[in-house]
């Protein structure tokens, strides 16, 4: 058998003959250059280009592209392997890259937290009943736009979850589909003087803003996203969608019962944490026994993705899930449909821990709405 060379780069080991097939600038499908790889992941990697699409600059940025698909196609081969797993991890857009990337910081300080809604203080004030349904799902009805994705180079995901959040509860007011108040994220990101466009920003800021000032519907500013910030182009009163009775509520640690309240009449805007053992999901209940994501108190705690929970179900008794999840999340991202379930991700609902007001991946801690009346008015 002829040898093969090894370059080492960094850590990691990937041979001479894989190097040299990507001699072009873009790289041409990977097809082209299936004969010639060695060891398992570096032929994973071959497929995971054509899957994709995706080239580089340069040769020179294969070894590290390498290097960061090498270690998630491991852990993800770990992970899968344990029968007694709660969920799946897979190859995604994002597999080679590293989450900075990606996912830029969220722009959350205090003053965002001035108003908030402390947990602690609606404690006694909502209590589901047999009444309130064991599932909502706000995927089926229309009322929910389709998963978008934000791009590599704005920081906009605020953007994109104020404005679904907006334009879902505005769909569930008037009983009109979605698309009659789809958001122009474009005039967010130029016209949002509360926001930092592409350098962040927060949905309960967005909420304000529209509350003041109105959106643009997608069909009626002039740009479609562009993932940057252009100069804010007038609108004429007619052309916005004022909403005067819209609310900006910022909650602060509430508990499961309190989401479920308020998903059951809307979607909720949410902040969570997004290791890898998150960013490769694929499909079941990511839970905090196998994914260590959720902070053990406030202080700990540290997010880094918006998601946009769209409802809740329960597990049965026959689901391996049971013993550890009452129930689960949905949440809607904006990492496009490579990511996840076509878009979506499972979250475990701790069983036995009612009084949980950090959550999977710490997503109870900065939960925000869009009040235009949907949610019955708590007792005070």
């Not at 392997?81 to 190859?91: A, D, F, I, R, W």
């Not at 998150?278 to 902070?295: D, H, P, R, T, W």
Request: charged share 20%.
């Amino acid at each position: 058998m002829k040898s093969k060379t090894l370059v080492i780069v960094g850590t990691v080991a990937i041979s001479v003959a894989t190097l040299a097939l990507f001699s072009h600038t873009p790289i041409a499908p990977a097809s082209n250059f299936l004969q010639g790889a060695s060891s398992e992941v570096e032929q994973a990697f071959i497929q995971y280009l054509a899957e994709y699409g995706k080239s580089y600059a340069s040769k020179d940025a294969i070894p590290r592209r390498f290097e960061i698909f090498s270690r998630n196609y491991e852990m993800i081969q770990r992970h899968n392997s344990n029968p007694e797993s709660l969920y799946k991890m897979g190859l995604n857009p994002y597999s080679d890259m590293e989450k900075h990337e990606y996912l830029h910081p969220l722009s959350v300080d205090s003053s965002d937290l001035e108003d908030a809604i402390y947990g602690e203080e609606l404690l006694g004030k909502i209590q589901l009943t047999d009444q309130d349904p064991t599932s909502v799902d706000w995927r089926l009805t229309n009322k929910l736009s389709p998963v978008p994705n934000a791009g590599l180079v704005c920081n906009s995901q605020w953007a994109f979850t104020a404005a679904s959040a907006i334009e879902s509860a505005m769909a569930i007011d008037q009983k009109e589909p979605f698309a009659t108040h789809q958001a122009s994220i474009q005039y967010l990101l130029d016209c949002d003087s509360l926001d930092k466009g592409c350098a962040g920003g927060w949905p309960s800021r967005t909420y304000k803003f529209v509350q003041n000032k109105g959106y643009a519907h997608i069909k009626k500013y002039p740009f479609t996203y562009q993932g940057r910030v252009n100069l804010c182009q007038l609108m004429q009163k007619s052309d916005l969608r004022l909403v005067p009775t819209l609310r900006s509520r910022q909650y602060l640690m509430i508990y499961p019962d309190m989401m479920k309240h308020f998903v059951r009449f809307q979607p909720v805007a949410v902040a969570i944490n997004f290791p890898a053992c998150v960013s490769n999901y694929k499909s079941g209940i990511v839970n905090q026994a196998e994914c260590q994501c959720s902070a053990e108190n406030y202080s700990q705690v540290n997010v880094d993705a918006m998601f946009l929970v769209v409802g809740y179900g329960q597990t049965l008794e026959t689901d391996k899930e049971y013993l550890l999840c009452s129930g689960y999340w949905i949440l809607r991202s904006n990492l496009g449909e490579g990511f996840g379930e076509n878009g979506f991700m499972k979250l475990c609902i701790n069983r036995g821990r009612d009084m949980d007001n950090i959550g999977t991946c710490n997503m109870l801690v900065y939960p925000n709405l869009p009040d235009i009346g949907l949610v019955p008015p708590i007792p005070s």
